[in-house]
């Protein structure tokens, strides 16, 4: 495949107004990606991308991601069926961020927990701050088990 080339970055002005991708990654070789769904715009994910992800994404059309947690390249679904069709991809300014925007297979879930969105519970702020998380989504959207096997430790996320 490899049939996208990142350019160099060879000045602020190209990098940020001109039309070449020259994505930069941090010192970990990761950039983070942000991940919504197409038609709602809901936030599904926070995902990390390696240069050879970020290039199977664009390639395939379909959402590659690093996973920190097993240092290893992850293709969205492969094992779960809940395959990250993308959309649009779209670069940040200084090119060091993308965001996705997918429409997911199956149910539409894109959480390996189950929900929707991995974003599934909020912190309270303000006078609230330091009560306890509120569950957004009232359901889960597969079962994290049967499409996964056992839950992983803790530990190991």
């Known amino acids: 495949m490899d049939k996208i080339r990142f350019a160099p970055r060879l000045s602020v002005e190209e990098v940020e107004e ?46 590659h991601y690093f996973s920190r947690a097993r240092q290893t390249l992850w293709h969205k679904g492969a094992t779960s069926g809940l395959v990250q069709q993308v959309v649009e991809a779209r670069i940040d ?15 539409g879930a894109s959480c390996h927990v189950g929900y929707r969105s991995c ?14 998380l509120v569950f957004k989504e009232d359901r889960k959207s597969f079962d994290p088990v049967a499409a996964y096997g056992d839950a992983p430790n803790p530990t190991q996320l």
């Open 119 to 132: 974003f599934y519970r909020a912190v309270p702020t303000g006078s609230d701050a330091g009560a306890p």
């Open 18 to 63: 001109g039309c070449v991708l020259a994505p930069k990654f941090g010192p970990d070789g990761l950039m983070p990606c942000i991940t919504t769904d197409a038609d709602s715009g809901e936030v599904l994910m926070l995902g990390w991308m390696t240069a050879e992800a970020l290039r199977l994404a664009l390639e395939t059309g379909e959402a």
């Open 93 to 107: 300014d200084d090119q060091d961020a993308i965001w996705l925007r997918v429409s997911v297979a199956g149910s």
